[in-house]
């Protein structure tokens, strides 16, 4: 029994782009921001919560840490989770009702 033999092209074409490739981090995000405005806004929310929550950690009172860590964690996820959405309803206005009639 003998395998059977695979040929392997390769494509000569060049007119393939490799914009995607040779982005940076910075572009990247920059892109990304201006194709959904609700990842900034998301990002920087969950940023705000984060750092509020540990700026509050020294005065949170008599209350237990795994509680003052888990109510900032929930805050954090509802913020991504209300941009996510507002974002997403954006995208749905803009492409059912914002559209001109033919």
Not at 7 to 31: A, F, H
Not at 63 to 69: G, R
Not at 79 to 89: D, E, K, R, S, Y
């Amino acid at each position: 029994w003998e395998p059977p033999l695979l040929e392997v092209t390769m494509s000569t074409s060049t007119d393939v782009s490799l914009s995607s490739c040779d982005e940076d981090q910075g572009s990247k995000l920059i892109r990304k921001a201006r194709e959904a405005p609700s990842v900034p806004l998301g990002m920087a929310g969950f940023a705000a919560i984060v750092g509020y929550g540990l700026y509050r950690l020294k005065s949170r009172g008599n209350t237990k840490m795994s509680v003052h860590l888990t109510h900032m964690r929930v805050a954090a996820q509802g913020w991504v989770v209300g941009a996510m959405t507002l974002g997403v309803g954006y995208s749905i206005y803009k492409e059912f009702w914002a559209k001109p009639k033919p």
